[in-house]
């Protein structure tokens, strides 16, 4: 496995535990059907009367890259994520409130795969945006 794809796997990782730390219950990761992939696929209960269904896509970069993490998420990632979760929803008989959430992390130094593995030295920022379509006019 590339460099970028043990990053890709590790965040994903941290995530998750991110998102159980603060009451979500992780259903699945890596969903994929024929429109795309999902990262993770969450539970968020503290809402309302009914839980929420929650599609979360995680972006890494390291502290200096052009972009920040919640940035590399633009129109066309969205509909694709929303085509993706359609086909979920249908599959799965889903019929309450569900949202994408995004969460995006900033290693603040380049690190090795040896040292993101360690936790303790694991110098890095986590942000969380929920419901980030809220407002929007996007069509799939």
Known sequence: MNYTSELGKLS???AA???CEI???ILGRN???QFGELDIIALDESVANLPELVIVEV???T???IQAPLDTVGTQKLRKLIRTARALIEEIGWENC???DVIGITLKKQMTIREMLDEKNLDLEIEHVKDVTSG???FS
Do not use: A, H, P
């Open 12 to 14: 994903e990782e941290r």
């Open 17 to 19: 535990k991110f998102l």
């Open 23 to 25: 009451g979500y219950k």
């Open 31 to 33: 969903y994929s059907n």
């Open 59 to 61: 972006r890494c970069r």
């Open 63 to 65: 502290l200096g890259k």
């Open 98 to 100: 569900w949202r994408f």
């Open 136 to 138: 929007m006019n996007i």
